[in-house]
C-alpha cells in the first residue's frame, strides 16, 4: 500500500486533452475531484465534457474557455464519477417470491429513482429474461431513462438432482434470450457451478453467484466471475462440531434466523474462511457484500431502517411487497441479530484487507432496502466495518466498473471516458452520508437534476 500511496503522490496532477471538442461543451469548473483512481482529492479543479464525454480534467487556471462553452461555476462542490449498484433487481415483480408479476411502469420509475442517487451503471442480477433484455435494451436505445444496465436471467437454482448437461442446455437458453450473465443460486454444488460457467464462458457471458452449498474458494476454483453477499452461509465454513447443530437450527427456526447463529459460530480466522477470502482476493472476483440487505433483516426493527428518513423515495407497489416482513421474529431474536451485526462488518473488512474487489450492490428491492438510496446506506455501512470513505468512493465507482469490464469506458474522471459524473454539495469523505447531498447529475454527458427526476418518478425528496 505504501508503494502504491507513493505512486500516487507522484501522479501528475492533471490530465488534459490539448484539442477538446469544438462542440458546445459544459465546463465544470473550480471543484474538488475524487477522480476513481487516486486516493486524495484534487482540489481547483475543471472537467470539460462533451458530446457524451469527458475531455478535458485539468486545474481550473489551465482550461481556456473557448466561445459558447457553458461554465457551471461550482466552488465549493465536489465532483465523482457516476455510482454503481451491482445488485439492483430493477425489473420490479409484484409478486417477487413467485418470480412473476412484471410491473413495466414502476420499473421505469425505479430507473429514475436510481439516477436521481447519483447511480448511473447497474447490475439487475435476477430478472425474468425477456422483460430484462427489452428493458435493458430500451435504456441503450435512449427509449427509457435510467442507468446503463446490464442483466441475467433467472437464477439457476438447482442440486444434485440435476445433470451438468441440463445445466447447459440451461444456460444455453438464456444466452439465446440475450442476457449478460447467469445467475447461479444456493443449492448449486460445486460441480454444477463449474458446469453454467464453461458452458456461460463458452457463449461469451459471465456467472454470478449467490452461493451457500459452494463455498467462494470452491466457486472461485470453478471459474466464477462475481459473488454476491458477503457471507454465504456455507456449512462447511463453519468449525465441523458446529455444522450439525446449524442444520438442526435452519430446521428449527428457518434459513433466515438460523443465519444469526452462523454468524456467531464463524471462525474468522479458520483455514477454511481464510482459504475462501484469500482465493476472492487473489483472482480479484468481485464480491457485493449487500450489507444493507442484511441489516433490515438483523436488526429489521431498528428505527433507522424500519423508519428510514428516505422511505418517501420507494414507490407505493414497492412499499407494499414489504407488508409483514419479520412479524413472526420475537424481540429476543432481533436482539441476538443486532449483537451478531458486528461479525459481519468483521467479515466485510477482512475481504477487504485482503485486498479483494469489493464493490456496492443494494440487492434492491429487498425489504427495507430503498432504491437508490439503499445503495447510499451500503456506502456507509462500509464506512461502519472500518474502511475509509475514500476507499469506499473508489468500490462504488471505479470498482463497479472494472468488476462489470467496463473501466476502459467509465468508472473514473478521465479524458475519452462516458461522462457518468455526480456533482455533490458537501465532502463525502469528511462524512460519506454526504454522497446523498446531489446537485448534478451526469448520464453520458447528459445533465439531470435530482429533484426534477424524483417528480417525474411521482416520489418524494432525496431526504437531506
Sequence with gaps: MALLLAHIGCAPTAEVDRSPSPAVAIVLEDVTLFDGESVAPRTGMSVVVS?????????????????????????????????????????????????????????????????????????????????????????????????????????????????????RAEVNRQADAGVDYIKVYARMPPSLVRAATDAAHARGLRVVGHLQATSPEEAVAAGIDAITHGATWTTGLLPEERRNAYLKRQQQ???????????????????????????????????????????????????????????????????????????????????????????????????????????????????????????????????????PPAEVIRIATRNGAESLRLLGETGTVAVGKRADLVVLGADPTADINNVRKIKIVFLGGREYSPVELLEQAGVGSLGH
Design 51 to 167: 458530446q457524451g464525454k469527458i475531455v478535458q480534467v485539468a486545474r481550473t487556471q489551465d482550461v481556456s474557455i473557448l466561445p459558447g462553452w457553458r461554465v457551471q461555476r461550482l466552488h465549493g462542490s465536489f465532483v465523482l464519477p457516476g455510482l454503481f449498484d451491482t445488485h439492483a433487481h430493477v425489473t420490479f415483480l409484484r409478486e417477487p417470491n413467485t418470480f412473476s408479476g412484471y410491473d413495466a411502469a414502476t420499473s421505469e420509475r425505479i430507473l429514475k429513482i436510481l439516477l436521481a442517487h447519483g447511480i448511473t451503471t447497474i447490475l439487475n442480477p435476477a430478472a425474468p429474461e425477456e422483460p430484462a433484455v427489452q428493458l435493458r435494451d430500451a435504456i441503450a436505445a435512449g427509449q427509457v431513462l435510467g442507468p446503463r444496465m446490464l442483466t441475467a436471467g433467472p437464477p439457476i437454482n438447482w442440486s444434485e438432482e440435476k445433470t451438468p448437461d441440463q445445466v
Design 253 to 387: 427456526v428457518g434459513f433466515m434466523r438460523s443465519r444469526i447463529d452462523w454468524l456467531n459460530w464463524i471462525d474468522l480466522d479458520s483455514a477454511q474462511v481464510q482459504g475462501s477470502i484469500q482465493a476472492v482476493a487473489r483472482s480479484r472476483t468481485p464480491l457485493d457484500p449487500t450489507l444493507i440487505a442484511y441489516v433490515t433483516k438483523f436488526r429489521g426493527r431498528d428505527p433507522r431502517y424500519r423508519n428510514s428518513p428516505y422511505l418517501d423515495v420507494a414507490p407505493r407497489e414497492v412499499l407494499a411487497t414489504w407488508d409483514g416482513w419479520l412479524d413472526d421474529w420475537p424481540d429476543e431474536e432481533f436482539a441476538r441479530g443486532a449483537a451478531a451485526w458486528p461479525r459481519m462488518l468483521e467479515l466485510v473488512k477482512r475481504y477487504y484487507d485482503a485486498g479483494a474487489l469489493l464493490t456496492t450492490g443494494s440487492d434492491f428491492p429487498n425489504p427495507y432496502v430503498i432504491p437508490g438510496a439503499g445503495l447510499h446506506d451500503e456506502m456507509e455501512l462500509l464506512v461502519q466495518a472500518g474502511i
